[in-house]
């Protein structure tokens, strides 16, 4: 809960970010492109708990691949947009790009071994897996918490990323709705209070 505005907390005790050891990206391009300084900006960003998801589509040849992404994220109710990105480096790029349709299969608590198939293995990456074929034959990985189907819409440069913008199409919710949580480099569990 927001501490009332005159508060010992808000306004003594509490550090504000300029008591903080701070690292100012804007001060010089080459700091800002340190390996350490890279690894202290992943570390922060790794404070931010996301869920984890498996982006499945088909090469043109009609190859199923997947890989394993954090970033994804809601963007428009309507019209229904969903967001997520890619490192321009992934063999997987090209694949995505050029892909008419790609889906979004959220993963559930006991699927981090499905995260880890597709973030590590380079080649059968869906083997043990279960899937169903969704639009235009997109795989739908088993199991999962929800499904997000969607066209491709849109491509954005973001650095040494590409930011892919997703019309979906259609979405389903699984019958397992605990998720898999990513923080801190980590995978966990919701304890406690799951919401149900
Ligand atoms: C939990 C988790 C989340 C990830 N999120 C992303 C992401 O959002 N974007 C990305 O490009 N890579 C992300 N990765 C890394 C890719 O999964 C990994 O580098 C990729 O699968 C390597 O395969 P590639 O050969 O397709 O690049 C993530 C990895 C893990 C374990």
Redo the contacts with the bound molecule.
């Keep these: 809960m927001r501490p009332p505005l005159d508060s010992p907390e808000s306004s003594e005790t509490a550090a504000t970010i300029a008591d903080l050891p701070c690292l100012d990206t804007r001060t010089d391009p080459a700091t800002a492109a340190s390996d350490q300084i890279c690894r202290d900006f992943r570390d922060a960003l790794g404070s931010f708990a996301t869920g ?1 998801t498996v982006l499945t589509t088909l090469t043109s040849d009609g190859r199923p691949i997947g ?5 994804f994220n809601s963007v428009s109710l309507q019209p229904p947009l969903i967001l ?4 321009c480096d ?3 790029l090209e694949a995505f790009r050029n892909a008419s349709h790609y889906a979004v299969n959220v993963l559930a608590a006991d699927q981090e071994w499905v ?1 880890d198939s ?2 590590n293995r380079e080649d059968n990456r869906f083997s043990g897996v279960r899937v169903s074929k969704g639009l235009a034959d997109v795989p739908l990985i088993k199991g999962c918490v929800a499904w997000f189907e969607c066209s491709n819409e849109a491509r954005y440069p973001g650095g040494d ?1 590409l930011i892919f913008l997703g019309r979906v199409q259609r979405f389903a919710r699984g019958e397992v709705t605990e998720p898999l949580i ?1 923080h801190a480099g980590r995978y966990r569990r919701l304890r406690g209070d799951s919401g149900q």
């Design positions: 984890v890989v394993t992404i954090s970033s997520w990105s890619l490192a992934s063999p997987r995260s597709f973030a990323h990513f």
